[in-house]
């Protein structure tokens, strides 16, 4: 976070030059992540990510080129400063392998119309890829009232 908050270019240069780059950074930085990627390239059960999975991903990424827009959004999110003022109907899933669970007190604070808030039993920082049906059912969720 610090390298992707601070100099987002100086690792977006080898996300964009290089696919086994950007398939080294993928895979080694986020240590939740990490064992669900040990687990499927060692072949074992556990984990939700597969092989393929994890080659999609990392294909998408490289063919949109957006390594280094990825990174830069941490750049430019260092510079925000949350006042509690956001008033958009909000939704927030709290997952366990994320590197900062936000409380409900904060994100209630933070977010004055919240609609939404639950706790989950799995997921990390890449919740969508890690556990697309769960992501997908608590988007579901989140936003069923506004139909």
Known sequence: MIEQSTRPQTIGYSLADSPAGLAAWMLDHDPHSYEQLAH???????????????LDNITLYWLTNTGTSAARLYWENARV???????????????PGELWRAPRTWVEKTYKN?????????GGHFAAWEQPELFASEVRAAFRSLR
């Open 40 to 54: 499927a390239f060692q072949g074992y059960p556990e984990g939700s990510l597969t092989r393929d999975a994890i």
């Open 114 to 122: 919240l609609i939404y808030f639950n706790e989950v039993d799995k």
């Open 81 to 95: 400063v949350y006042k509690g003022e956001i008033s958009v109907p909000a939704a927030f899933t709290v997952f």
